[in-house]
Nanobody
Framework: QVQLVESGGGLVQPGGSLRLSCAASGPFSAYVMRWYRQAPGKERELVASIFSASGSTNYADSVKGRFTISRDDAKNTVYLQMNSLKPEDTAMYYC??????????WGQGTQVTVSS
């Protein structure tokens, strides 16, 4: 059974940093892993992607230069380093993995709140 477990969310002041982790377990090989976020009353937004084969990354314009997605293959974990956080970054952050056979998996989410 494939599971994605996020951690690292919390309350941080504007300008602060957080690092989110997404630990994957189970019998699958990911084609791409992504972080999404969803703020109350808004649609879910793709924040960052990392492709397993090439290591290439993509970011939403709203987080470019502030967020960095990375992975540790030995730990089967993907990270989202978030710097210079803004109140508009407040959202529930979700990890998503698309397996090589096409199925998508989601974590349960971790809350990030940026407030003074």
């Amino acid at each position: 059974q494939v599971q994605l477990v996020e951690s690292g969310g919390g309350l941080v002041q504007p300008g602060g940093s957080l690092r989110l982790s997404c630990a994957a377990s189970g019998p699958f090989s990911a084609y791409v892993m992504r972080w999404y976020r969803q703020a109350p009353g808004k649609e879910r937004e793709l924040v960052a992607s990392i492709f397993s084969a090439s290591g290439s990354t993509n970011y939403a314009d709203s987080v470019k230069g502030r967020f960095t997605i990375s992975r540790d293959d030995a730990k089967n974990t993907v990270y989202l380093q978030m710097n210079s956080l803004k109140p508009e970054d407040t959202a529930m952050y979700y990890c998503n993995a698309v397996a090589n056979y096409g199925r998508a998996y989601w974590g349960q989410g971790t809350q990030v709140t940026v407030s003074s």
